[in-house]
Each structure stands twice: as C-alpha cells, then as structure tokens.
C-alpha cells in the first residue's frame, strides 16, 4: 500500500512543480521537513521549501520523478510512527526538452503524519 502512495503523491508533487503551484507543493512535506539541495546549505521548513521551489520553477524547469527501488519501512528513532524511505530517478529540463536536462537521482525518506505520508527529508544531486 506504501508503495503506491508514494508513486501518487510523486506524480501529484510533478503535477504541481509543473503547473507552479508552490503552496500545493509545501502540503505535501511535513512542516519540519529537510531538503538537500546539491551544491546548497540544507533548507529546513516548509516556507524555506516555497523559496526554494518558487527559485527553480521561476528559472523555467519542469520536472519527471521515477520511484526506481522498493520501499523500505520502518520506525523512526524517536518511535514517532511509520517512516519509508525511497530512491528514484527523475529529470528536471526546461518547457521543450531540447537543452538543459539534468538526469537527477534522489532519496526521500517519508514520515506519515496524521494518516497521510509527507516527504520529510529529501535529497537529490545531477548524474554527470
């Protein structure tokens, strides 16, 4: 069941990354959550993840996201409840794809929260 919550919950974070949508986007993290961007200090919170998000759609970029492992699942250290971490692949490229696509492999862990699984702390970096 995990499994196919993530797959939908990437392809809804697609959809709104795609569309701009920054505000549906931070709904979707929890509200302490941690991303790595790579070449970045890491951001913390949900308003620091609308900058971030609100910086790379305003360049221009679009995204694809591929869950490429079987989910894990566990409980977290401080026994909180359900987390799940994945590992993916995905693409971020401008409207026509003829230049600029950057292949992107990441690691998200997932906690749930109130009933629902939120990206809680996300990481991505560029294949070279």
């Not at 797959?7 to 920054?22: P, Q």
């Not at 790595?36 to 993840?49: K, Y």
């Not at 692949?89 to 009933?115: A, H, L, P, T």
Request: aromatic share 8%; with cysteine; proline share 3%.
């Amino acid at each position: 069941m995990a499994g196919a919550e993530i797959h939908e919950a990437k392809a809804r974070w697609c959809e709104l990354f795609n569309s701009g949508d920054v505000k549906g986007m931070a709904e979707l993290y929890t509200e302490d959550c941690k991303i790595c961007p790579p070449n970045a200090p890491i951001i913390e919170g949900r308003e620091a993840f609308q900058k971030l998000a609100g910086m790379l759609i305003a360049s221009g970029l679009k995204a694809e996201m591929h869950p490429c492992q079987d989910m894990q699942t566990g409980t977290n250290a401080a026994n909180e409840g359900e987390t799940l971490w994945e590992l993916g692949k995905g693409k971020f490229f401008k409207d026509d794809k003829s230049s600029g696509v950057d292949e992107i492999k990441y690691m998200v862990i997932w906690k749930r929260v109130n009933g629902s699984l939120k990206l809680y702390t996300e990481m991505w970096n560029v294949d070279q």
